[in-house]
Nanobody
Framework: QVQVVESGGGLVQAGGSLRLSCEASGRTSTTYAMGWFRQAPGKERVFVAAISARGFMTDYADDVQGRFTISRINTKNTVYLQMNSLKPEDSAVYYC???????????????????WGQGTQVTVSS
């Protein structure tokens, strides 16, 4: 049974940094891309960042490009989201997602991810 568990959210002042972690346990391989999405109150869940199976390729939403960095350590089945220069508009519940085995390429589409975590709250105060 695949489980995706996020950690690392919290409250931070504008301009600060946070690092989110996500472990995908129960996987038998690392041939899958992973991504981060976020959902603010009253809004849709939107794409934030994605990383290919081997970690060589990354993709970012325009509003986080240059501030956020996604990375992964496959030996730990873990992906990270380093968030710098945080803004109040970054406040949201952040969700980690994993594609099924064999889907190594990145995607911005929610429907392409088969496994989701429960989310972790990030709040940026002004």
């Amino acid at each position: 049974q695949v489980q995706v568990v996020e950690s690392g959210g919290g409250l931070v002042q504008a301009g600060g940094s946070l690092r989110l972690s996500c472990e995908a346990s129960g996987r038998t391989s690392t041939t899958y891309a992973m991504g981060w999405f976020r959902q603010a109150p009253g809004k849709e869940r939107v794409f934030v960042a994605a990383i290919s199976a081997r970690g060589f390729m990354t993709d970012y939403a325009d509003d986080v490009q240059g501030r956020f960095t996604i990375s992964r350590i496959n030996t730990k089945n873990t992906v990270y989201l380093q968030m710098n220069s945080l803004k109040p508009e970054d406040s949201a519940v952040y969700y980690c997602a994993a594609r099924p085995d064999g889907f190594a390429g990145m995607s911005r589409g929610r429907s392409d991810y088969g496994y989701w975590g429960q989310g972790t709250q990030v709040t940026v105060s002004s």
